[in-house]
């Protein structure tokens, strides 16, 4: 707690105990909690981000925020040191779990980035679950999910981006059907849920199980790793999700730049103070909605509902909390809690 002096701290617990109730959504009043009471470290962000949601853009800006406000951006595309069997995060359902071993591991490789230092981490990850007296701050960035479906569907099998012999890899075990055509013989194989019962899983061999089944979830991201619940994509692990969606500090939105930029810099202006000055460019698309017939849409629609109802929320949240955020009267406290020096 040396980052405190004792009569901020005090005075911040007066404010919190005040107020009350005020506004469990204004999220700068509830990460000054956090941080006051020791649940929260404010030294270290870790952002688990969501593939194709448009995040090398905000990676850059990261790496020119961290020189201006002194601290460190760290990326990687999967954490290094740990990975599923087939490398995929979060784990495809078939593949084992993570040992809780590795998961501790994990942990304390990323809680000795900020040693001495603020850091901001990032890599392709489900959420993770801290003890509360080392939880660092957690965001994220959701895209709508059809939009992301293809946009991953199509970079995955031909993105020029991509090494090839990582698009062969993915070909050979997904196969390289057109959307149309994946989705055709999903419905002619009849398959149920994520397709893999036996039966069906013969008729699709498995082809573009990354359309429809909880490996390529956004909305499974966001179900902490490792636990029962978020062993299968269905409404249980919906609610946990949307349950966690809350415990991230902020969480952003593709379509909406500006909004997300703007809570971004309000919840957290030690990392991110002159962000929503930084040009803003759309997410890189190899195909597009436009592309799509109105009845593919519906069914990928109905085929990912878990995913658009968990995107609904997460938009509804966002300016729920912008401009709870945005108002708050607690701005100053959490800055002084957040940086020495700005006090
Ligand atoms: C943090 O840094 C100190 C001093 O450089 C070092 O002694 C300590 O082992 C480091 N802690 C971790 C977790 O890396
Ligand atoms: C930047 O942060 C480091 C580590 O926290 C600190 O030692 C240094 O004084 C800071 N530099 C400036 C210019 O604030
Ligand atoms: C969802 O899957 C989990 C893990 O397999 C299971 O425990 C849970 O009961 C399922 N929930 C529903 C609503 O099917």
């Not at 008729?203 to 902490?224: A, E, K, V």
């Not at 990928?300 to 995107?311: A, E, I, K, R």
């Amino acid at each position: 707690m040396r980052w405190l002096t004792c009569t901020l701290l005090v005075n911040t617990l007066i404010l919190i105990t005040k107020t009350g109730a005020i506004a469990q959504i204004d999220p700068v009043h509830r990460l000054l909690t956090s941080i006051s009471i020791g649940t929260r470290r404010p030294d270290l962000v870790l952002y688990t981000r969501v593939p194709k949601t448009g995040s090398s853009s905000f990676q850059r800006h990261l790496d020119a925020l961290a020189s201006k406000l002194n601290y460190t951006a760290f990326h990687f595309s999967t954490p290094p040191w740990i990975y599923c069997s087939s490398g995929f995060t979060p784990c495809r359902r078939k593949d084992r779990p993570f040992l809780p071993y590795e998961l501790d591991r994990h942990r304390k490789r990323i809680l000795a980035m900020a040693n001495g230092t603020h850091a901001v981490v990032d890599f392709h990850f489900a959420y993770l679950r801290f003890v509360a007296n080392t939880a660092p701050i957690h965001i994220n960035i959701v895209r709508e999910p059809i939009s992301r479906l293809i946009s991953h569907y199509n970079y995955m099998r031909f993105g020029s981006e991509r090494k090839s012999e990582n698009r062969r890899d993915y070909i050979r075990e997904y196969g390289a059907l057109s959307i149309q055509e994946c989705i055709d013989l999903y419905f002619t194989c009849q398959c149920v849920g994520d397709c893999r019962s036996e039966q069906s899983s013969t008729c699709t061999q498995g082809r573009c199980l990354d359309l429809y089944s909880g490996f390529n979830s956004q909305m499974m991201y966001f179900c902490p790793v490792g636990t029962a619940v978020c062993a299968d994509k269905n409404a249980s692990a919906l609610v946990e999700a949307l349950r966690m969606l809350h415990e991230y500090e902020a969480v952003g939105i593709t379509e909406s730049p500006q909004e997300s930029m703007r809570l971004f810099e309000a919840v957290l202006p030690r990392y991110f103070k002159g962000l929503s000055e930084l040009e803003q460019k759309h997410v890189r698309q190899s195909s597009t909605k436009a592309e799509l017939s109105k009845q593919l849409l519906d069914q990928l629609m109905d085929l990912n509902s878990l995913d658009v109802q968990f995107y609904e929320h997460a938009v509804k949240l966002l300016s729920e909390r912008l401009q709870a955020a945005e108002a708050s009267p607690w701005r100053q406290q959490l800055q002084g809690l957040m940086n020495p020096q700005y006090r």
